[in-house]
């Protein structure tokens, strides 16, 4: 998951776990303020804003549950995360009737936690960009989905109907045409969007990574196992869970998902108390599960409880009268990430991204949009800028060559990131192994 940069208050009156979150983050990119009592955290909110508030439960004077109600009181829009012993975790639940948004425990995870607090950045800033819109906030976060094609409506309609009940849902459809997003849209629009989306691609994990980062496991289970650590399926509890690319499970990992689906149960790597969990189940596939069933790679009672209500993403080349507004959303969501003028497509760029057969659909979309929007010369993407299909541009001299346009492109992430090498491979969506290579390749300097 690519993560925003956000401003954190960290309140905790422990010393050592305040300065180790605020090293954590910092190290991320993110701007981070501590605070030892609840008092200074409301002084701190005083003088700006914060996206998240990471609060410890127990302090002493206004403990963690007081500053809370303060909080969404007077700063409704700082999303909220308390942190608290595990032996207080019935507390925590109900900070999150009291408007938390999540929660985590003693030992804190760090890994954990960043995708907690990465997602609660993402919906603050969400949250902000469409506040200056009434009555959009629920809607833009609710309906990620850009487009106004028939195809579309009727997906919208069987969103909106499924999005009222706790079914599982089966999202079919070819590579790149935003199954995520359906999945977002039906969290979004559900009672349990106030609890977390946890996503899992299960096609990115062999089948002993794929137990650990569902399951979790307890500190001892296996070498490097240092801490406890909860899996997906407890994150998820309350919420959602998503699971992309399904058809890629083993045998063993169908087994143990359909025992979990059937029981809303499951042990730890390594331990032995029963966790119940409460969540809904999401699946994505670009493959035929009817086939795989037939050919017994995909078992079939795993496939029909999966499989309670299906949504088919259509292909681009379906519902090509929504490239225009595709086209613009990616241009001003991509614009301020590239540092780039262009504002919008010319006719004939316009004409060229209607014409082609979009093989790639809306993920092939985005990437010739980005790669014109580094070359264009002016503000608008012209004909010449584009490359579809692996085919050159349509004037020669309007592109340097790809290498050419990586090297600048890295130049120019890391200048405006000042050289901050975590920031600057949030921007470019690699790790920090990759973008450490390509500036030695490249010989840039600071």
Not at 166 to 174: H, K, N, P, S
Request: include cysteine.
């Amino acid at each position: 998951m690519s993560v925003k940069q956000g401003s954190i208050l960290v309140v905790d009156d422990e010393f050592s776990m305040r300065d180790s979150l605020t090293q954590w983050f910092r190290e991320d990119g993110h701007d981070v303020v501590p605070a030892e009592s609840g008092e200074e955290a409301l002084r701190r909110l005083g003088e700006r804003a914060f996206d998240v508030a990471l609060l410890d439960i127990k302090m002493p004077g206004m403990d963690g549950m007081e500053l809370l109600e303060r909080i969404r009181r007077t700063h409704p829009e700082t999303r909220i995360i308390m942190i608290t012993a595990f032996a207080a975790v019935d507390t925590a639940v109900a900070a999150l009737k009291h408007g938390a948004r999540d929660y985590v425990t003693k030992p804190v995870d760090p890994d954990e936690l960043s995708q907690v607090v990465a997602r609660a950045i993402e919906d603050a800033q969400a949250a902000r960009e469409v506040a200056a819109e009434p009555g959009r906030r629920e809607a833009a976060l609710a309906d990620p989905i850009v487009g106004q094609s028939p195809a579309i409506q009727t997906m919208r309609a069987l969103i909106a109907q499924v999005a009222r009940t706790d079914a599982t849902v089966l999202i079919c459809g070819e590579s790149g045409t935003g199954k995520e997003l359906v999945a977002r849209a039906i969290h979004g629009a559900s009672a349990r969007k106030h609890f977390s989306l946890i996503s899992v691609n299960c096609g990115a994990l062999s089948e002993s990574l794929l137990e650990s980062e569902l399951f979790g496991h307890e500190k001892g289970a296996f070498t490097g196992a240092q801490y406890r650590r909860k899996g997906k399926l407890e994150m998820a509890d309350g919420g959602t869970l998503f699971l992309d690319e399904v058809a890629t499970l083993t045998t063993k990992s169908q087994i143990d998902l359909l025992r979990v689906l059937e029981t809303k149960e499951f042990t730890r790597l390594g331990g032995s108390q029963t966790v119940a969990v409460d969540f809904r189940v999401l699946c994505a596939t670009n493959e035929n599960l009817e086939q795989l069933v037939r050919e017994r790679r995909f078992r079939e009672d795993l496939y029909y409880r999966i499989n309670v209500f299906c949504i088919e993403t259509p292909p681009l080349r379906e519902r090509k009268s929504d490239i225009p507004l595709l086209a613009d959303h990616c241009i001003r969501t991509m614009g301020q990430k590239l540092g780039t003028r262009v504002t919008g497509l010319g006719p004939g760029a316009l004409d060229r991204l209607v014409a082609h057969s979009w093989p790639g659909n809306v993920r092939e979309l985005a990437n010739a949009i980005e790669r014109a929007m580094i070359v264009a010369s002016g503000t608008r993407i012209e004909a010449g800028d584009l490359v579809l299909g692996g085919t050159e541009p349509a004037d020669p001299a309007a592109g340097e060559s790809l290498v050419e346009m990586e090297h600048q492109h890295i130049r120019r992430i890391l200048e405006q990131s000042q050289w901050n090498i975590s920031q600057a491979a949030r921007v470019l969506k690699v790790d920090r192994a990759t973008l450490y290579s390509k500036i030695k390749r490249y010989g840039l300097h600071r």
